[in-house]
């Protein structure tokens, strides 16, 4: 009796041999298996102003209808991936360092990036209304005897991260042309994020904080008790590439932001939509940083 043995090929010569087979029935069919498969994805980064899951309710609406409008603009699948960082330096860290694609940074960021790395290319900048520029307010709890900024002498106070635009550099600008200093507070300190200071005043750990319009409007409307003293502006936040994207992808990303006007998706993300924006609209966040010292010098007697 004569045994016959079947020597069977290995499994990846099938699955190569099916992949042949499919190529091969696509290309009957005037179709093809790459292009089924064809996908541009994309990573954007944004860093934690508020907790993580906050922060992917406020941004992802408008990152899928930015994918749609990519998607219409390229004639491709468009896939955003949406990292929250754990911090503003890490924020800049990973964009200057090419580790994501785009970013939405604060001014105050996007000013310590660009100084970083020159290459970095301004997408857009948040509207606020039809102007790229929105508030920051310094808050007390709702049953303070604080009215104004002349009362801070002597005071404790809250300011956001130490990175921050509206919750340090341009608040702490403002104390000191408004006559406080650092000297003249009982203490302060930097709780890193907006939502933190507002909780830290109404808890009534801090006498006064600083933090975003944005924010403080969201936390008071949901009952919050804080109530603002004074305000201040300055830039919005930059939507930023980094150093070596493909430029015609830059161009569709600048495109589809400015396409932006999902009503929903822009009133999750707090702002009005986007506008193309130059270095220049950051000359005043670069002011704020750069007489940083003005908040630290020594009070006068």
Not at 45 to 58: E, F, L, R, T
Not at 288 to 296: D, G, L, P, S, T
Request: net charge neutral.
């Amino acid at each position: 009796m004569r045994v016959f043995s079947i020597n069977l090929p290995p499994l990846r010569r099938w699955r190569g041999l099916l992949g042949f087979l499919g190529a091969m029935l696509a290309a009957a069919s005037g179709t093809s298996v790459h292009d089924a498969r064809a996908e541009t994805v994309i990573t954007f980064g944004v860093y934690a102003s508020d907790k993580p899951s906050a922060m992917v309710a406020q941004i992802r609406p408008t990152l899928d209808v930015v994918e749609r409008n990519l998607a219409d603009i390229l004639k491709d699948t468009v896939r955003i991936k949406l990292e929250v960082l754990r911090d503003y330096q890490t924020g800049v860290e990973v964009l200057t360092s090419g580790q994501i694609d785009f970013a939405r940074l604060g001014a105050a960021s996007y000013v310590t990036a660009k100084d970083e790395v020159p290459e970095i290319d301004l997408l857009t900048a948040e509207l606020n209304g039809d102007s790229k520029s929105f508030g920051g307010v310094i808050c007390v709890r709702q049953d303070s005897p604080i009215n104004g900024t002349a009362d801070l002498k002597g005071k404790t106070f809250a300011f956001g991260a130490e990175q921050s635009t509206m919750g340090r550099y341009v608040a702490q600008l403002y104390l000191a042309r408004a006559g406080i200093t650092a000297g003249d507070l009982k203490s302060f300190s930097y709780l890193d994020r907006h939502d933190r200071v507002a909780a830290a005043v109404a808890a009534g750990q801090f006498d006064a904080g600083a933090l975003e319009e944005t924010m403080f409007n969201k936390l008071a409307n949901e009952g919050l008790p804080i109530r603002a003293i004074t305000s201040f502006r300055d830039a919005t936040k930059a939507w930023v590439a980094r150093k070596g994207l493909d430029p015609a992808l830059k161009a569709a990303l600048r495109q589809a932001l400015v396409a932006v006007r999902d009503p929903e998706a822009l009133k999750a993300l707090r702002f009005d939509g986007f506008e193309a924006a130059t270095d220049a609209d950051y000359a005043g966040t670069r002011a704020a940083i750069k007489e940083n010292w003005r908040f630290f010098q020594t009070p006068r007697s």
